[in-house]
């Protein structure tokens, strides 16, 4: 039941004021409570350090993703994670926040973001006035599975 309505209430965020994305999708500034979850991430990531990666997420979150099962949960994050990481470049696309709800969609991979291999989606949430944390992460690649 949590999963629809914050499903129901990021429907209902409202994005920031930006122009129109295009087919060549610039990477937009975020503000700094949205770009700290971007920037611990890639730090975590990078360090191979799956518990601190699990820590950025709610203790309900999720993990999906591209062709791996979900993990739910501290425990199946550090297991979904564990021995991943290295390089890692977030760049946002757009995102929307209202009260305790948010979203960042964008793309991920080397530091030139027009060379990006992926695209994610973190859903995110936060006790009123408290830090965002991750509700859930999909993410995926650019090309299709087998090409």
Request: with cysteine; proline share 11%.
């Amino acid at each position: 039941m949590k999963t629809i309505a914050l499903l129901l209430l990021l429907a209902a965020c409202r994005p920031a004021d930006r122009p129109p994305v295009t087919a060549n999708m610039p990477a937009i500034a975020l503000p700094p409570d949205l770009d700290r979850v971007l920037r611990d991430y890639e730090r975590e990531w990078r360090a191979n350090d799956a518990p601190k990666l699990a820590a950025l997420f709610t203790p309900d979150g999720f993990v999906l993703p591209s062709s791996e099962p979900p993990a739910r949960g501290a425990a199946g994050i550090v297991q979904a994670y564990t021995g991943h990481g290295g390089p890692l470049t977030l760049a946002a696309l757009a995102y929307a926040v209202d009260d305790t709800v948010g979203y960042i969609v964008g793309t991920y991979g080397g530091p030139d973001v027009a060379t990006h291999t992926g695209k994610y989606r973190l859903a995110l949430r936060r006790a009123p006035g408290g830090p965002w944390l991750i509700a859930a992460d999909m993410d995926n690649g650019n090309s299709r599975p087998g090409r």
